[in-house]
Protein backbone atom coordinates (compact mmCIF):
# COMPACT_ATOMS: atom_id res chain seq x y z
CA UNK A 1 0.00 0.00 0.00
CA UNK A 2 2.97 2.71 0.81
CA UNK A 3 3.89 2.49 -3.41
CA UNK A 4 0.37 3.72 -3.65
CA UNK A 5 0.38 6.83 -1.00
CA UNK A 6 4.27 7.78 -1.70
CA UNK A 7 5.46 10.30 -2.67
CA UNK A 8 6.94 7.93 -6.09
CA UNK A 9 3.48 7.29 -6.88
CA UNK A 10 2.56 10.69 -6.48
CA UNK A 11 5.24 12.01 -9.18
CA UNK A 12 4.20 8.95 -11.69
CA UNK A 13 0.31 9.90 -11.73
CA UNK A 14 1.54 13.61 -12.56
CA UNK A 15 4.58 12.54 -15.46
CA UNK A 16 2.63 9.47 -16.96
CA UNK A 17 -1.18 10.01 -15.94
CA UNK A 18 -3.13 8.62 -13.31
CA UNK A 19 -4.82 5.19 -14.98
CA UNK A 20 -0.75 4.50 -16.28
CA UNK A 21 0.35 5.23 -12.36
CA UNK A 22 -2.14 2.93 -11.14
CA UNK A 23 -1.59 0.24 -13.42
CA UNK A 24 2.14 0.08 -12.78
CA UNK A 25 1.32 0.43 -8.86
CA UNK A 26 -1.35 -1.94 -8.54
CA UNK A 27 -0.01 -5.04 -10.65
CA UNK A 28 1.79 -5.80 -7.35
CA UNK A 29 -0.91 -6.07 -4.97
CA UNK A 30 -2.67 -9.02 -3.62
CA UNK A 31 -6.59 -9.58 -5.24
CA UNK A 32 -7.94 -8.32 -1.41
CA UNK A 33 -5.81 -5.13 -1.27
CA UNK A 34 -6.52 -3.91 -4.61
CA UNK A 35 -10.35 -4.90 -4.41
CA UNK A 36 -9.64 -2.07 -1.00
CA UNK A 37 -7.80 0.74 -3.62
CA UNK A 38 -10.29 0.32 -6.47
CA UNK A 39 -12.98 1.21 -4.06
CA UNK A 40 -11.25 4.40 -2.55
CA UNK A 41 -10.30 5.18 -5.94
CA UNK A 42 -12.40 4.06 -8.39
CA UNK A 43 -12.68 4.23 -12.13
CA UNK A 44 -9.00 4.35 -12.34
CA UNK A 45 -7.99 1.64 -10.43
CA UNK A 46 -11.05 0.00 -11.56
CA UNK A 47 -9.53 0.29 -14.87
CA UNK A 48 -5.93 -1.01 -13.56
CA UNK A 49 -7.21 -4.03 -12.77
CA UNK A 50 -9.64 -5.20 -15.80
CA UNK A 51 -12.83 -3.62 -14.40
CA UNK A 52 -15.09 -1.29 -16.47
CA UNK A 53 -15.44 2.35 -15.69
CA UNK A 54 -17.16 3.89 -18.50
CA UNK A 55 -20.07 5.95 -17.01
CA UNK A 56 -21.41 5.69 -20.52
CA UNK A 57 -23.81 8.47 -22.56
CA UNK A 58 -27.46 8.64 -21.22
CA UNK A 59 -29.33 11.24 -23.31
CA UNK A 60 -32.89 11.55 -22.30
CA UNK A 61 -35.66 10.71 -25.02
CA UNK A 62 -38.16 12.84 -23.39
CA UNK A 63 -39.89 15.67 -24.67
CA UNK A 64 -39.70 17.71 -21.90
CA UNK A 65 -37.32 21.08 -22.12
CA UNK A 66 -34.90 22.59 -20.41
CA UNK A 67 -32.30 25.20 -20.49
CA UNK A 68 -29.81 25.25 -17.31
CA UNK A 69 -27.29 22.74 -16.20
CA UNK A 70 -29.35 20.29 -13.64
CA UNK A 71 -32.68 21.34 -14.04
CA UNK A 72 -35.25 19.64 -13.73
CA UNK A 73 -33.07 17.70 -11.70
CA UNK A 74 -32.08 17.86 -7.94
CA UNK A 75 -28.25 17.97 -7.63
CA UNK A 76 -27.25 15.29 -5.26
CA UNK A 77 -23.00 15.25 -5.56
CA UNK A 78 -20.92 17.28 -7.40
CA UNK A 79 -17.64 16.40 -9.90
CA UNK A 80 -14.79 17.87 -11.86
CA UNK A 81 -14.04 16.53 -15.57
CA UNK A 82 -10.55 17.54 -16.41
CA UNK A 83 -9.56 16.62 -20.15
CA UNK A 84 -5.20 16.32 -20.28
CA UNK A 85 -3.22 17.67 -23.07
CA UNK A 86 -1.73 20.55 -24.68
CA UNK A 87 -4.30 22.94 -23.33
CA UNK A 88 -6.52 20.72 -21.64
CA UNK A 89 -10.19 21.29 -20.09
CA UNK A 90 -12.07 21.29 -17.06
CA UNK A 91 -15.69 20.97 -16.91
CA UNK A 92 -18.58 20.52 -13.96
CA UNK A 93 -20.37 17.12 -13.74
CA UNK A 94 -23.61 16.95 -11.55
CA UNK A 95 -24.79 13.90 -10.33
CA UNK A 96 -28.63 13.93 -10.17
CA UNK A 97 -31.53 12.27 -8.51
CA UNK A 98 -32.19 10.31 -11.39
CA UNK A 99 -28.56 8.20 -10.70
CA UNK A 100 -27.21 10.00 -13.92
CA UNK A 101 -25.45 12.57 -14.09
CA UNK A 102 -25.60 16.05 -16.11
CA UNK A 103 -22.95 18.16 -17.22
CA UNK A 104 -21.57 21.89 -18.47
CA UNK A 105 -18.59 23.54 -20.07
CA UNK A 106 -17.19 26.64 -20.85
CA UNK A 107 -14.85 27.16 -23.74
CA UNK A 108 -14.17 28.59 -27.36
CA UNK A 109 -16.62 26.40 -29.33
CA UNK A 110 -18.24 26.24 -32.76
CA UNK A 111 -16.59 26.31 -36.15
CA UNK A 112 -16.77 30.33 -36.09
CA UNK A 113 -14.16 30.66 -33.72
CA UNK A 114 -11.28 32.53 -34.80
CA UNK A 115 -7.77 30.85 -34.83
CA UNK A 116 -4.12 31.50 -34.02
CA UNK A 117 -1.34 30.45 -36.02
CA UNK A 118 -1.06 27.58 -34.37
CA UNK A 119 -4.07 26.30 -35.43
CA UNK A 120 -5.67 26.30 -31.43
CA UNK A 121 -8.63 28.63 -30.85
CA UNK A 122 -7.52 32.25 -29.99
CA UNK A 123 -6.95 32.52 -26.88
CA UNK A 124 -9.63 35.56 -26.73
CA UNK A 125 -12.75 36.37 -28.02
CA UNK A 126 -16.32 34.60 -27.84
CA UNK A 127 -16.81 32.14 -25.34
CA UNK A 128 -19.75 29.51 -25.29
CA UNK A 129 -21.66 27.78 -21.94
CA UNK A 130 -23.00 23.76 -23.34
CA UNK A 131 -25.28 22.28 -20.65
CA UNK A 132 -26.43 18.83 -21.28
CA UNK A 133 -28.43 16.31 -19.63
CA UNK A 134 -25.98 13.44 -20.09
CA UNK A 135 -22.22 13.41 -19.43
CA UNK A 136 -19.78 11.61 -21.65
CA UNK A 137 -16.35 10.36 -19.50
CA UNK A 138 -14.55 8.87 -22.49
CA UNK A 139 -11.21 10.36 -22.56
CA UNK A 140 -11.47 12.39 -19.01
CA UNK A 141 -10.59 12.16 -15.67
CA UNK A 142 -14.04 12.93 -13.40
CA UNK A 143 -13.11 13.57 -9.66
CA UNK A 144 -16.81 13.31 -7.59
CA UNK A 145 -16.35 16.19 -4.44
CA UNK A 146 -17.00 14.57 -1.04
CA UNK A 147 -21.13 15.49 -0.37
CA UNK A 148 -20.40 16.80 2.59
CA UNK A 149 -18.44 19.71 1.88
CA UNK A 150 -20.34 21.03 -0.40
CA UNK A 151 -23.95 21.99 -0.90
CA UNK A 152 -24.83 20.89 -4.63
CA UNK A 153 -27.73 22.69 -5.15
CA UNK A 154 -25.66 25.76 -4.38
CA UNK A 155 -22.92 25.19 -6.66
CA UNK A 156 -25.43 24.25 -9.63
CA UNK A 157 -26.92 27.82 -9.00
CA UNK A 158 -23.67 29.64 -9.08
CA UNK A 159 -22.34 27.78 -12.23
CA UNK A 160 -26.12 28.62 -13.63
CA UNK A 161 -25.65 32.60 -12.45
CA UNK A 162 -23.08 32.86 -14.58
CA UNK A 163 -25.01 32.51 -17.32
CA UNK A 164 -28.26 33.94 -16.54
CA UNK A 165 -27.02 37.28 -15.04
CA UNK A 166 -24.28 37.83 -17.80
CA UNK A 167 -26.07 38.19 -21.26
CA UNK A 168 -26.20 34.91 -22.55
CA UNK A 169 -28.75 33.88 -24.66
CA UNK A 170 -29.35 30.40 -26.05
CA UNK A 171 -29.14 29.17 -29.64
CA UNK A 172 -32.05 28.19 -30.87
CA UNK A 173 -32.42 24.24 -31.64
CA UNK A 174 -32.75 24.38 -35.03
CA UNK A 175 -29.91 27.18 -35.38
CA UNK A 176 -27.25 25.02 -33.51
CA UNK A 177 -26.16 22.79 -36.25
CA UNK A 178 -24.87 25.93 -38.23
CA UNK A 179 -22.54 26.64 -35.30
CA UNK A 180 -21.57 22.78 -33.78
CA UNK A 181 -20.58 19.51 -36.13
CA UNK A 182 -21.83 17.42 -32.85
CA UNK A 183 -25.02 17.99 -33.54
CA UNK A 184 -25.23 18.17 -37.49
CA UNK A 185 -26.72 15.86 -39.40
CA UNK A 186 -25.20 13.17 -42.36
CA UNK A 187 -25.80 13.15 -45.58
CA UNK A 188 -27.09 9.68 -47.06
CA UNK A 189 -29.23 7.03 -46.13
CA UNK A 190 -27.67 3.93 -44.78
CA UNK A 191 -28.84 2.05 -41.53
CA UNK A 192 -25.39 3.24 -40.36
CA UNK A 193 -26.55 7.09 -41.32
CA UNK A 194 -29.31 6.96 -39.72
CA UNK A 195 -28.42 5.45 -36.48
CA UNK A 196 -25.91 7.85 -36.20
CA UNK A 197 -28.18 10.85 -36.93
CA UNK A 198 -30.67 10.09 -34.37
CA UNK A 199 -27.76 9.65 -31.90
CA UNK A 200 -27.37 13.21 -33.09
CA UNK A 201 -30.71 14.15 -32.68
CA UNK A 202 -30.65 13.13 -28.95
CA UNK A 203 -27.73 15.05 -28.33
CA UNK A 204 -29.18 18.39 -29.64
CA UNK A 205 -32.69 17.66 -27.64
CA UNK A 206 -30.53 17.52 -24.45
CA UNK A 207 -27.78 20.24 -24.86
CA UNK A 208 -28.25 23.63 -24.61
CA UNK A 209 -25.49 26.39 -26.22
CA UNK A 210 -25.07 30.01 -24.77
CA UNK A 211 -23.31 32.90 -26.19
CA UNK A 212 -23.60 36.60 -25.29
CA UNK A 213 -21.63 37.48 -28.61
CA UNK A 214 -18.83 39.93 -26.27
CA UNK A 215 -15.12 38.98 -26.35
CA UNK A 216 -15.55 37.67 -22.76
CA UNK A 217 -13.37 34.19 -22.88
CA UNK A 218 -9.87 34.66 -21.82
CA UNK A 219 -7.47 31.99 -21.72
CA UNK A 220 -5.37 33.10 -18.08
CA UNK A 221 -8.43 35.23 -16.36
CA UNK A 222 -11.90 33.70 -17.75
CA UNK A 223 -12.02 30.14 -18.70
CA UNK A 224 -12.89 26.40 -18.86
CA UNK A 225 -11.29 25.99 -14.94
CA UNK A 226 -12.40 29.77 -13.65
CA UNK A 227 -15.84 29.43 -14.72
CA UNK A 228 -15.50 25.69 -13.07
CA UNK A 229 -14.09 26.01 -9.78
CA UNK A 230 -15.18 29.45 -8.86
CA UNK A 231 -18.81 28.43 -8.57
CA UNK A 232 -17.95 24.76 -7.32
CA UNK A 233 -15.92 26.94 -4.52
CA UNK A 234 -18.85 28.91 -3.68
CA UNK A 235 -20.67 25.71 -2.82
CA UNK A 236 -17.77 24.60 -0.74
CA UNK A 237 -18.53 24.92 3.25
CA UNK A 238 -15.33 25.72 4.26
CA UNK A 239 -16.23 24.79 8.12
CA UNK A 240 -17.22 21.30 7.19
CA UNK A 241 -13.71 20.48 5.48
CA UNK A 242 -11.27 18.13 6.82
CA UNK A 243 -7.97 19.22 7.41
CA UNK A 244 -7.10 17.44 4.15
CA UNK A 245 -9.97 18.66 2.29
CA UNK A 246 -8.74 22.46 3.36
CA UNK A 247 -4.93 21.46 1.82
CA UNK A 248 -6.74 21.13 -1.84
CA UNK A 249 -9.37 23.84 -1.43
CA UNK A 250 -6.29 26.13 -0.45
CA UNK A 251 -4.74 25.06 -3.72
CA UNK A 252 -7.82 25.20 -5.46
CA UNK A 253 -8.11 28.66 -4.98
CA UNK A 254 -4.64 30.00 -5.57
CA UNK A 255 -4.45 28.04 -9.15
CA UNK A 256 -8.11 28.36 -10.71
CA UNK A 257 -6.90 28.83 -14.20
CA UNK A 258 -5.12 25.95 -15.17
CA UNK A 259 -6.54 22.63 -16.35
CA UNK A 260 -3.16 21.04 -15.86
CA UNK A 261 -2.13 22.66 -12.79
CA UNK A 262 -6.11 21.77 -11.60
CA UNK A 263 -5.16 18.02 -12.50
CA UNK A 264 -2.43 17.62 -10.62
CA UNK A 265 -3.95 19.11 -7.64
CA UNK A 266 -7.17 16.59 -7.30
CA UNK A 267 -4.98 13.44 -8.51
CA UNK A 268 -3.07 14.63 -5.12
CA UNK A 269 -5.83 14.63 -3.17
CA UNK A 270 -7.23 11.18 -4.16
CA UNK A 271 -3.56 9.69 -4.24
CA UNK A 272 -2.43 10.59 -0.73
CA UNK A 273 -5.96 11.55 1.17
CA UNK A 274 -7.57 8.23 -0.10
CA UNK A 275 -11.20 9.72 -0.11
CA UNK A 276 -10.96 11.74 3.23
CA UNK A 277 -10.13 14.85 1.41
CA UNK A 278 -11.55 16.93 -1.00
CA UNK A 279 -12.24 14.16 -3.53
CA UNK A 280 -14.15 11.06 -2.56
CA UNK A 281 -14.15 8.83 -5.54
CA UNK A 282 -13.38 8.58 -9.53
CA UNK A 283 -16.02 7.92 -12.22
Known amino acids: MSAITGAGFASGAIGAGLNEALINNLKGLDPGTAQIVSGIIGAAAAKAIGGNALVGVS???????????????TPVQIGISVKDGIVGHVGIVVETDTGEYDSADYGRYGEDVEKSSSGFEAPTGHGTFITRWFYNPDEKYTFMI???????????????DQIKNNGYTQIPMEETANFFREVR???????????????????????????????????????????????ILQGISFDKLSPEAKVTVRRLMKNPFDPATILTILSDDIVYFLGKGLISRMI
Open 185 to 231: LKDGNSEEVKEQNEHTKKINENTQYYRNYTSDYHLTAHNCATTTTIP
Open 59 to 73: AATSGTKWNYLAEDH
Open 146 to 160: NPEYIDPVKAVAAYN
